[in-house]
């Protein structure tokens, strides 16, 4: 059976180091079958157990493999639409759940964190860069809009302290959320998968799901095993491919690209970001960075509409870095990979039921670090029969892309570009 690895990534590299796990042989029965060893699975997972249900994780490859292995590692609070658009499309009670639900993943993995002493150098503090006026005025509003959903810890950065935190003379100001963070992804999703076995889940690696026979008790069929479940959980997200074909026409895989420079030593890392603060910037085609407990950088840019692999990644990385930091033109580029996000034409996450017993959370667009972590507990609670929270995802509207499977991604990448040059004439 083919053994696929990790990408050769720095966080692959750096890796805490773990047990390896079986794929899947013959037939075994659960209360809750999950699919995808994400942190949309991992936290499913969680929650499930910690409610007392029998829960198995099947991974098409290894334990985050997926985005939650690859990420910029920023805990971003909110989703990928903030809640004024959300307030803007559904009923108030709707926007009111949706609104309290916005900061709450940040918080789930703070806990997680600490209950399972998972090693994954977090590190508190993250910055909205402001690169023209425009973006600052956005950032106020938001500021306001935050804060009538009780979130707090934010500060306005004027032009002068924006600077205190991160040596980039392109911006006019920013805003700091000191609830926001970053993390070694791999290392959270290791070490959570590490809690579900420890409260005894089971979780197979190398052991995708093809098939899934629906019915009262479903059964979840990988090359050598099936799973006989009460509940299916899909949490697939951009790698899950045609399993659940009702699911593929309304979301559409999308690459972005991470390099990770040498260690550039404290004093360097120091003077770029001299708080360790993760920064991402407010264009719709962001930059984002931070630097790793080692002293490297970290940045991350870019989207390749459906998915394909770019050839060079650091050719399309690297000159995005120079014009944040042309003082590292002389620094050499340690590694480069991409990773796939599943984007839905309203951004916000595609949640649901079908039938009785298959559950599925994915599609959060680009930010998903929070959401996904969120996305667990609400699907453990629809599980235990309690989903208020769930249905008001689940309620929010999903439209197929225009173009249908075939030309969806020229349609995407054509309103891509009109907000990349949106994003360059700064309007
Ligand atoms: C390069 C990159 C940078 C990003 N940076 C950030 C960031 O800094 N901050 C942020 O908030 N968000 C970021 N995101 C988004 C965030 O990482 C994702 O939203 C989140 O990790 C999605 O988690 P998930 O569990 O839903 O999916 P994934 O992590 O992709 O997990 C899905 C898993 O399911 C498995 N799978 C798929 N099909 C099957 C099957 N048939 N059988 C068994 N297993 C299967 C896959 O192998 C995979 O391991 C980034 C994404 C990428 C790609």
């Known amino acids: 059976m083919a053994n696929t690895p990790y990408p050769q ?49 099947l991974e098409a490859a290894k334990v985050g493999f997926g985005a939650s292995g690859r990420n910029g590692g920023q805990i971003v609070n909110s989703y990928s639409r903030d809640i004024d658009v959300i307030e803007r499309s559904v009923g108030p009670q709707q926007a009111q759940l949706l609104g309290q639900m916005a900061f709450e993943g940040g918080r789930i993995i703070r806990e ?47 032009e002068r302290r924006i600077r205190e935190v991160v040596a980039c003379e392109n911006y006019v100001g920013g805003l700091l959320d000191m609830s926001g963070g970053h993390i070694h992804p791999l290392n959270l999703a290791l070490g959570e998968a590490a809690a579900v076995e420890s409260l005894g889940g089971t979780i197979y690696e190398q052991s995708a799901a093809v098939r899934i026979e629906r019915g009262a008790t479903p059964v979840v069929h990988t090359a050598q095993g099936k799973v006989k479940a009460k509940f299916i959980i899909v949490a697939g997200n951009a790698y899950l491919g045609n399993l659940v074909p009702e699911l593929a026409a309304k979301s559409m895989p999308c690459g972005t690209q991470v390099i990770t420079t040498a260690p550039l030593g404290d004093e360097l890392a120091k003077t770029l970001l001299p708080q360790d603060f993760c920064v991402e910037d407010c264009n719709y085609l962001l930059d984002y960075y931070r630097l790793t407990s ?74 998903g670090v929070t959401y996904t972590h969120l996305a667990g507990k609400v699907l453990a609670e629809a599980l235990r029969g309690q989903a208020e929270r769930f249905d008001a995802f689940a309620d929010l509207p999903h439209y197929p892309f225009p173009g249908g499977q075939l030309l969806r991604t020229p349609f995407a990448a054509m309103g891509a570009w009109y907000y990349g040059l949106r994003d360059k004439l700064g309007f």
């Open 294 to 367: 080692d002293k490297r950088l970290i940045f991350g840019g870019g989207v390749v509409y459906g998915a394909r692999d770019p050839a060079n990644i650091e050719a399309i990385i690297r000159p995005k870095m120079l014009k944040a930091f042309p003082q590292l033109k002389d620094v050499k580029i340690d590694y480069a990979w991409t990773g796939n996000f599943l984007l839905t034409l309203s951004r916000l996450p595609q949640v649901g039921r079908i039938g009785d017993n298959i559950y599925y959370s994915q599609g959060c667009s680009g930010h």
């Open 112 to 158: 997680r964190v600490a209950k399972y002493q998972i090693q994954c150098d977090l590190k508190d503090g993250g910055v909205f860069a402001a690169l023209n006026s425009k973006h600052m005025g956005h950032l106020e509003s938001q500021k306001r809009l935050w804060e009538r959903y009780g979130h707090t810890q934010l500060e306005l950065l004027d």
């Open 9 to 57: 990534s720095y966080y692959a590299a750096s890796a805490n180091a773990v047990p390896p796990r079986p794929a899947l042989q013959g037939e075994v029965e659960t209360d809750v079958c999950v699919i995808g060893a994400g942190y949309t699975g991992l936290s499913s997972a969680l929650f499930l157990l910690e409610n007392g249900f029998r829960v198995t994780v």
